[in-house]
């Protein structure tokens, strides 16, 4: 059921963050028959937009007040990146930015965080995890529960997340993933070789060349068919409910043009096609 957005809500030990949208997390694919039922309802797209530019302000005014700093950490990244992102304001070491990415991948939720000085990683570590039962896990309905788990949730929107061109097309891209699962193909997306490959001295997310294909990775989606062992990245409300409500497509390949405008087919013969037309 669609709630009303919060006022905001403060957590403790000096960080702030707005409460975004007041809703359960349902689903509009029948596991047991292996198809989508409806057209996904969109109202979130709207919500979530909404949320997030009272998220960022208001967390941006709350830590002015406080004499505090402004940390956006964006939907996509890995936790890698997380830590990195709050050891640079928060002046960590090497030891304290490991302590922090040990939680599960696809688990620090992604937002706008107003923090003070001096937090040490577990507190920020436990503060995001909380944030991230708030928001997510403990909204998805118990008929969603009983049909997908979480970590497979966090799988899938984790894909979306750093393969969508923007929100545009998370479910139309999601209803490709589950076309491909429901298949016994495999998933052949780029942004698991990136995983597999990324470090911090070659770039989390490098580029992929045609050998990287061949990588001995289980985040290979190329060489294993499913999903990866984990998420890998933060994704964000959207992607979320995406992977929970694709629309319904025959496509089984896609790819985005020189201006990020999605392309699918459900063929791989349609699929060549638009690699000339658009590569």
Not at 35 to 49: A, G, K, V
Not at 50 to 68: N, T
Request: hydrophobic content about 40%.
């Amino acid at each position: 059921m669609l709630g009303i957005l919060g006022l905001g809500c403060v957590l403790g030990f000096g960080i702030w963050y707005f409460d975004p949208v007041s809703r359960e997390f349902t689903t509009n694919i029948d596991f047991l028959r292996k198809e989508i039922t409806t057209e996904p309802n969109t109202t979130l797209d709207f919500l979530s937009d909404m949320a997030s530019i009272f998220d960022g302000a208001r967390a941006s005014l709350l830590a002015v007040a406080s004499g505090g700093r402004i940390v956006h950490v964006r939907e996509g990244i890995r936790k890698e990146e997380v830590a990195e992102l709050f050891a640079k304001h928060l002046d960590w070491d090497t030891s304290q930015k490991l302590a922090f990415a040990l939680a599960p991948e696809g688990r620090y939720y992604p937002g706008t965080y107003g923090i003070s000085a001096g937090k040490d990683e577990e507190i920020m570590r436990e503060l995001m995890q909380h944030r991230f039962e708030r928001e997510v896990e403990n909204r998805i309905a118990s008929s969603t529960r009983r049909a997908i788990s979480l970590p497979v949730i966090l799988k899938i929107a984790s894909l979306i997340e750093r393969e969508a061109g923007g929100k545009s097309d998370m479910r139309l891209i999601s209803g490709i993933i589950w076309n491909r699962t429901w298949k016994g193909m495999a998933l052949q997306i780029d942004a698991t070789l990136q995983y597999a490959k990324g470090n911090q001295e070659n770039g989390w997310w490098p580029i992929i060349a045609p050998e990287d294909k061949k990588i001995d990775s289980p985040y290979n989606t190329y060489l294993y068919k499913g999903f990866p062992p984990t998420a890998i990245a933060s994704p964000g409300l959207a992607a979320i409910d995406a992977a929970l409500n694709p629309v319904k497509t025959s496509c089984l390949f896609y790819l985005h043009d020189a201006r990020r405008k999605i392309h699918c087919s459900p063929t791989y013969k349609g699929h060549l096609k638009n690699i000339n037309r658009y590569y």
